[in-house]
């Protein structure tokens, strides 16, 4: 897991691979940053001579921050039973596309937002699949099948022999759906787009038009503000709710952007974002939209408006 590093500057190097990682694990920004945190203060913990003694500090610290992952996700099935209403993970602006976050509450060139790159390993359908998961079954895939480490390194992390952890990453691997044709960004753009004008504009029509009729619609408030406490299931209920959200929210402004990497909105009321969008996109239709609302998850996205 990564090279020989010597120095404070190659262990300072490899902060950017680990937030990676612990976002991918996670799901979680904040829970990424403090993990990567830990690793790195109970490496600076070590004393001279066994941090002298370790050829790879790069393998040391993705290892001790992928056991931190893993001890996270073990405590987060009673964590998500505290929470209120469903939960999801946390959406990421495209700095490329928005611009490196400053201006207040950013927290400038160093946010671990800025440093996770944007590929189909982030997409909201994948986090929410890896949500399913168990924390071995997440941690061994994600290292492997991601990340692209041995499993006689993956070992390691899990606790669990290498032979152990390719049976969890092939357990894991058969959950996520590779049966359909990836969706190419502008077509999931026309899609989205098509969901924007009909959402603006009330037209229950329009969007029943361009949701499956079998569709789901998930909201994360987190208790923090309103958002529909179960998933929303059929196009044309989750087409009469958005216009409804759009009646009690005038002057919401929706914006298209990159979501995690894929084709999204963003709804702003008074220059504030409320919501980020996401969808899943099968045969020129929204099968599936991952509305986040919680103030707390969209901290990387107040400071990247127009």
Known sequence: MGGVVTGTDGIAGERSQLINVAYRLLGSVSEAEDAVQDAYARWYG????????????GAWLTTVTGRICLDLLGSARARRERYVGA?????????AECGPAGGAGATGPGDPADQIVLDESVSMAFLVVLESMTPAERVAFVLHDVFRYPFAESAGVVGRTPAAC???????????????DPVAADGRADVVRRVKEAWETKDITALVGVLDPAAVMTADGGGMVGAVPRPVEGGARIAQYMVAIADKAPGLVLLERSVNGVPGLVAERDGVVMTVASFDVSDGRVTRIWAVRNPEKLRPWAARRD
């Open 46 to 57: 070590l004393p001279q001579s066994r941090r002298k003694d370790i050829l790879s500090p």
């Open 87 to 95: 939960w999801l993970p946390e959406p990421l602006p495209d700095r």
């Open 166 to 180: 390719k049976q969890l990453a092939a357990s894991a691997r058969r959950r996520v759906d590779v049966s359909r």
